[in-house]
């Protein structure tokens, strides 16, 4: 039973360019959570989607920043015209829901940098 | 807004000690996790406590929703534990609010 995926693993973008990060969940998990870890900083919640649901976005930074989970397929979360800012570590999480709480399986996660 | 805080924020041991980690939250929650991060390595979810103890491996955790407090206990510790132990608490909803990590150095 895999776990939850993200690739790239390790991406290098220039200012300005398009940064996508996919998240594939565990088999059977239809609850994705993504979050961000800045140099030196815990990590933060960025958003929270269902198949084809945006559920809660209230962590994205409000430009340049967008996420979805298809039907069919990963979820992605893009950023575009990156700055060097975005540079962190973007991790993404699946659930199961429970009745009683939300354990969540984190992915590896998605190191970004920006030149 | 829930609080999540960790200490020590440092801590360096020599193999075989035991360790013990504490983690203190500011509203109630519906569970509590300790997560496991290898420098530059991902994230592994270590425990999920909402009540009581939980053992794995050399590995305890206890929670006290009283007090809003947790500890993550490492028995007979080795340099592989070297790693940051991170604490999040969940509330009735999705959220989980991380706590800033304990980075842990284990000497041989």
């Known amino acids: 039973n895999a776990g939850v995926m993200q690739n790239p693993r390790h991406l290098v973008r220039r200012r300005g360019q398009e940064a996508r990060l996919r998240c594939s969940p565990m088999k059977g998990h239809s609850h994705v959570y993504w979050y961000r870890q800045l140099p030196e900083e815990g990590l933060k919640f960025m958003v929270y989607?269902?198949?084809?649901?945006?559920?809660?976005e209230s962590g994205m930074p409000k430009e340049r920043f967008s996420a979805e989970f298809p039907k069919e397929g990963p979820s992605i979360l893009r950023i575009q015209q990156v700055v060097r800012g975005d540079s962190a570590a973007y991790f993404c999480?699946?659930?199961?829901?429970?009745?009683?709480?939300?354990?969540?399986?984190f992915g590896p996660g998605t190191r970004l940098t920006v030149t | 807004k829930n609080e999540v805080e960790q200490s020590p924020q440092n801590l360096t041991a020599q193999e075989g000690e035991f360790i013990t980690i504490n983690c203190s939250y500011s509203v109630g929650i519906s569970a509590l996790h300790w997560l496991q991060q290898h420098p530059g390595g991902g994230i592994v979810s270590l425990f999920m406590?909402?009540?009581g103890k939980k053992k794995h491996g050399r590995l305890i955790a206890t929670i006290n929703i009283q007090e809003k407090h947790s500890s993550l206990h490492i028995t007979a510790s080795h340099p592989r534990d070297s790693a940051v132990y991170i604490c999040?608490?969940?509330?009735?909803?999705?959220?989980?609010?991380f706590g800033k990590g304990t980075l842990l150095t284990v000497n041989p």
């Open positions: 989607l269902q198949k084809e649901n945006i559920i809660d």
């Open positions: 406590l909402s009540s």
């Open positions: 999040a608490s969940g509330g009735s909803n999705y959220k989980l609010t």
């Open positions: 999480a699946s659930s199961l829901v429970k009745w009683i709480s939300y354990e969540q399986y």
